[in-house]
């Protein structure tokens, strides 16, 4: 760990037995003691390593968000309406063909590195040949052939249409090649003393308290009046919420029940959140690969027992809605995506229709307990990270509802880094999981269905962590990829929503939402309903463009 100022640790160490670190100059979260405007205060969970890799998911930078403050994305895409025209950024200019086997971008002139470099065209063309030559880093998958410069453009060649993830080609965040060429093994390069193009620059880090600084070289310093960014590590929603109504957090993602009663209506004029719902869920997640709950009856059995509306109005408050359509898709939203054969069909707790499911996997019960065709006890583990007081609720509910089947759930509540790894390696039962969003539900459907991220328990996936394995589903998402024409993605589209009504991969429970919770104490011009300029999320590749929108309150 770096330690750059013995007075700001030294704070830090003594707040931090009061429940909540301070930083910055004054009780809130800005200083307010500056032209620039002074220092925001974000808060978040987990805990910091000694990590600023962005590429690595474990490093701190991914994991909290700050990497899309130091590198950039060569597009701005916004997250929070998807149908908004991209908007250029470390890229002056890009350009698709029109299969989208291909994009060529302009590199933006007049960009430094922090460390002074020039940035320029080789440094793009660096970074997506890091992607194709290390699967490690290329999260996204994202098929990389070929990349050729001419002049101060870049294009790069894909082995299929990109159709369905320009949002990730475009967003790609760019590294210095001058840097990461003599990095050695760029998935576990650390990336201590991160050299970028973005609005601020790292500066220190402990285990719960990281902090950034102003880049005085950025390309669109005069529009950042923002002195400095502090990252407070805080454990649970409800410390985190309790900072955002103390003013002392100025910024945070995190979804809480309580986010009304316990932030926004302590300080309506003051206090802002805004959840907004793009076509992504969360889903309860079965581990499909795991004895009985490979029964594909079983799993009828429990989506057709768990009650939808009344977990989602415990677990969120009633602040967002329950997923209906046996599709799986968010509603409204996702309307115009529903195949006309399951328009109208809607998931209804069905206990007798359950047990007679059970009944046809060969399922029995003894009294009230289920015995599957093995003679064993049903019975399943529950896991969320500790902290994560919705998805936790809702695990309760489910519990509650699979009681009605005979089925036994404990639930457990492991560290955020050791619930990830469980997935990942598929040693787990059942557990609340987000998917991804995007412009269309293919990356819903992906999320859950896509069988090329499957593995054999033990080896580590990055995706469809139910290891839900279905060639039909895996050739439809392939199809709905590469379609020429919205007709043929239709079509895809409806084979992907038919295996997902008939094989239950995955349980959908809520329409998902991206939250933001602001204070306007200390800075306005936050992204809302009214001005959807951007993501609310801390962990998007937008919080630049949020950067060089804020205004000092005073």
Known sequence: MRFRSKKIMAAAAMAISAGLV????????????SAGGGTITIGTGGVFTDSNNPFAATSSAVANGWRWLIYEPLVQTNSAVPTDEPEPWLASAYEWAPDFTSVMFTARDGVEWSDGEEFNVDDVAFTFTLLRDNAALNSGNIPIEDVTVDGDSVTVTFGESQFVKQAAVLSQFIVPEHIWADAGDPATYADTQPVGTGPFTFVSSTSSVARLEKNPGYWQADKVLVDAIAYQALQGNDAIINGLAAHELDWASSFALNQNEGFVDKDPDTNLAWNVSALGIDAFVVNTSKAPFDNVNLRRAMSMVIDRERTVQLASGGILAPVLSVTGLPQPVGDEYIAPEFEG???????????AELAEGGFTFDGDTLIDPSGNPVTMTLIDPSGWTDYLTALQVIGESLAEIGIATTIETPSQDAWQA???????????????????????YATYMDGTEVEPVGTDVTGNYGR???????EALALFRNAADETERAEALATVQRVFVEDIPAIAMIAKATTGMFTTVNFTGWPSADNPYASPSILDANISKVMVTLQPAN
């Open 468 to 474: 839900f394995d279905s060639p039909d589903a895996t």
């Open 422 to 444: 469980a997935l990942a390696a598929g040693d787990f039962d059942g557990t609340m999981r987000y998917s991804d969003s995007g412009p269309t539900p293919y990356d819903i």
């Open 22 to 33: 301070l930083v910055g100059c004054g009780a809130g979260g800005s200083s307010g003691d």
């Open 345 to 355: 069909q809607e998931f209804s707790v069905d206990v007798e229709g359950a047990r």
